[in-house]
């Protein structure tokens, strides 16, 4: 007699926390709105075919939400302080914690999340499951759009962000690949030092400048910005002492050629974690630095190259030539000697 194959843990995750959603009576946009997710999320939660997985902070909202009924008494779904729950509806927040937490770790444990986003790379792959928090610069005050002051009709608080390119394509390729992770960003003036211990990326020249000096301090790499004639509306990349310019059209003054900056060193509050390092002269350099390590066509080789060229470390430097073709950005070819400018291994970092 042939016996039917066990369901995935994913798949088992995803039945539960819709049997919870559909016991209770709730749709998928009411629950969203007590998570303070958006709708589509949860239905990427309760997908039986190729379910995301839930970070930890929204299962234990599940939890809170579905171990009393003090959460539909109102008007809207909502979660409960424990301190006014009774003892039963505590001991059923346990258990029901425990149960979910079981399942997602089943989920970790069996690699499922990693297999599914195998083609997307590893460089941004956090096996440890941690947080991940982008770090972002905010435009200063006399190129910052009238839409993006929150007293203006169509404000878009993103208006307010550098890099905000680099940004879009950073923040949904690590989400995919880390499907269990928290996932983050936050201007660099914003963050908290409860973000500290994640796994931390600079993104851009703003958000290096604009991080508290206590964490600047922290950064043991021998990166400057230099600000020179040369260049305007930029910063100069300086590392270990060499400069490295972009370059421009002798006619129009356009940039046909940025610079890119890609480095890596242990978090300074959790040496666990990471601290990665994405900049540039303009805006091309940070996006290309990006690019280079989520660009499908491309990433697989260049992390190829870094693993040749650095081994396991991961404490290095990799300053990069970034083509500009009119508007667009191209994708860094580091197995290419001519797109790569100046390399720092561990031995070589102070």
Known sequence: MSRSRPLPASRLLAGRLRQLREQWGLTQPQLASALGVKASIVSMWENKMTPRTPPLIR????????????????????????????????????????????????????????????????????????????????????????????SDHNYIQ???YADVDALVELFGHIRAVNPVSDVGFEL?????????????????????????????????LPIRRVTVDEVKDGELLEVNGERYYPKFDQDEGLVTEDVGLLARMPNP????????????????GVYGAVRCMTDGEFCGQNENYLGSRFGDTDRFIIVMRVPVIDHATATPDLGNSGNRLGEFPAAGLP
């Open 269 to 284: 509050f959790d040496p666990t974690r990471t601290l990665t390092i994405c900049s540039g002269v303009f805006t091309r």
């Open 59 to 150: 299962i234990e909202g599940y939890a809170a939400i579905f171990s009393t009924k003090q959460s539909m008494s109102g008007e809207l779904v909502q979660i409960i302080p424990e301190g006014k729950l009774t003892k039963d509806e505590q001991a059923r927040r346990m258990v029901l914690t425990k149960e979910l937490v079981d399942l997602r770790e089943a989920v970790v444990q069996s690699g499922e999340s990693a297999a599914s986003s195998a083609s997307l790379g590893t460089f941004w792959r956090f096996s440890d499951g941690g947080p991940v928090r982008i770090i972002c610069g905010m435009l200063p005050g006399h190129i910052r759009p009238e839409f993006a002051r929150g």
């Open 188 to 220: 660099a003036a914003r963050i908290e030092s409860s973000d500290l211990p994640a796994h931390l990326i600079l993104l851009g020249g703003w958000a290096y400048d604009q991080v508290p000096s206590g964490l600047r301090s922290q950064i043991d």
């Open 158 to 160: 993103l208006a307010a």
